[in-house]
């Protein structure tokens, strides 16, 4: 049984404003209608033979996994939850333990949920190639044709030939500075390490237990303690805990001495800034990609995002991204756009939120956006989907005013339950315990107004969540 293994673990901070912590890159419709993560599951579907996906993520994008996911209709996935990140080798291990609970012969197909991938064609090709070297053993892994001296990306320089389509991998090279990146290009020998790989779900067990004994003892002891919760695996914070951070490629690819590499054209990119997605897109005849409602006028070779409130003009620019949302607007040079997670990080020093929210927020129930805020009051446009219900709550610290704009809202109030219409309201004082749930036929949304002396979100008391969060 092939089984894809889709981590979607990154936090995408080069692509802020737009990826955030709360919301990374691989949940977002980047390029086209689906999310990076959709189509890398709708890519990896594709495959003959291939069977529901293991998904690695962080507890807090699990439900935007499971959404998208169904989605596309995929309700049989197994979606493994990480309590903390330990990067890709363990990662990619808690995804093979969870496989072989289906097939003890699994064949894994791991990917990155945040690349993308422009010739499918050429991939499934790859992986087709790919198949028997992982049957007979081999830990294969997938490297991108350069067609650029790139400095960003780690190489992997081939050695013997392993048939006409693969090869013996000979090392492993980290990011080059431009001047050997121009030798790996023209000397021929080497492709972009891509971080896709294909091998048996039990050889790359055998291999972390020989290499890497004291992450595989980790990983299989904080396994052993996973429990089942709605869609979703959980593996115990504390024994994760223990494990050691380190890619697969540290970990087991590098040191293996059964490591192949299957070269591939398939118009890839990992998506990692501005300028990688420009070059990745569609641009208009002034080499401009222009997305939302953008006016350009005599300006060429950029990448200007407009949020769906406002429109964005420029004018006589050129060579700059520019991506406006809600709160927070980005202006760059595109030969700086790497640059843009030093943004990030001056915002987590400073404590501020545009590093981790949106000012729309999305929850299993449905979505908030905070429209207006000051001293003491809050105002936010709710949306709880048909058929879903906020968890039975209080707060110490503020009061709130439901105003149904539209739907029919069932509201519980302390000891009352009773039903809210269009232009209808309630008040709910401070400490009373209340529920809001949409047993409608149409989205339920309402305009909460909120006072009080704090109003974080962790003023939320839950008494009762169908979600099971804490």
Not at 364 to 383: H, L, N, T
Request: aromatic fraction near 8%.
């Amino acid at each position: 049984m092939l089984i894809p293994v889709i981590l979607s673990g990154g936090s995408g901070t080069r692509l802020w404003p737009l990826s955030r912590k709360n919301l990374p890159k691989q949940f977002l419709p980047l390029a086209g209608e689906l999310t990076l993560f959709q189509q890398t599951v709708v890519r990896a579907r594709a495959l003959p033979d291939s069977a529901s996906p293991v998904v690695v993520c962080s507890e807090e994008h699990r439900f935007l996994v499971a959404e998208q996911l169904q989605a596309l209709g995929i309700t049989d996935a197994s979606i493994v939850l990480e309590p903390v990140p330990r990067n890709t080798g363990p990662a990619i291990a808690l995804a093979a333990l969870q496989a072989l609970q289906r097939d003890p012969e699994a064949t894994l197909l791991v990917l990155p949920a945040d690349h993308l991938i422009g010739d499918a064609g050429n991939f499934t090709d790859a992986v087709h190639k790919a198949l028997p070297l992982a049957a007979e053993g081999w830990l294969v892994t997938f490297g991108i044709r350069p067609d650029a001296p790139e400095t960003g990306f780690g190489y992997i320089r081939r050695g013997d030939a392993l048939g006409s389509d693969a090869f013996r991998v000979e090392a492993f090279v980290e990011k080059p500075d431009r001047a050997t990146a121009e030798g790996y290009l023209a000397g021929g020998g080497y492709d972009w390490n891509s971080g896709m790989f294909l091998f048996q779900a039990r050889r790359l067990l055998d291999e972390l237990a020989q290499l890497a004994p004291a992450m595989h003892a980790a990983v299989a002891d904080a396994y052993q303690s996973a429990k089942t919760d709605l869609d979703f695996v959980r593996i115990d914070q504390d024994a994760f805990a223990q494990v050691e951070a380190d890619s697969i490629d540290y970990a087991v690819m590098e040191k293996t001495a059964r490591a192949a590499v299957v070269p591939v054209h398939c118009g890839w990119s990992d998506i990692g800034s501005w300028d990688a997605l420009w070059a990745a897109s569609e641009r208009d005849a002034a080499d401009n990609r222009l997305e939302g409602d953008v006016l350009a006028l005599d300006s060429h070779h950029c990448y200007v995002r407009a949020s769906d409130r406002r429109m964005v003009a420029v004018l006589g620019v050129d060579d700059l991204v520019i991506v406006d949302t809600a709160d927070a607007l980005l202006v760059t040079r595109r030969d700086r756009a790497q640059d843009v997670k030093q943004i990030v990080e001056q915002l987590k020093t400073g404590e501020r939120p545009e590093h981790r929210l949106h000012r729309k927020v999305y929850r299993p129930w449905g979505s908030y956006d905070s429209i207006d805020m000051g001293e003491r009051f809050q105002v936010k446009r709710i949306v709880v989907k048909v058929g879903a219900a906020l968890s039975l709550q209080k707060h110490h610290h503020r009061a709130e005013h439901w105003i149904v704009v539209s739907g029919t809202a069932e509201v519980t109030r302390d000891q009352e339950v009773f039903m809210l219409s269009e232009n209808e309201s309630t008040y709910l004082p401070l400490g009373s315990v209340h529920r809001l749930r949409n047993l409608g036929k149409v989205p339920l949304e309402l305009i909460e107004v909120q006072s009080g002396s704090y109003l974080g979100e962790d003023d939320i008391v839950r008494l009762e969540d169908v979600y099971g969060r804490a």
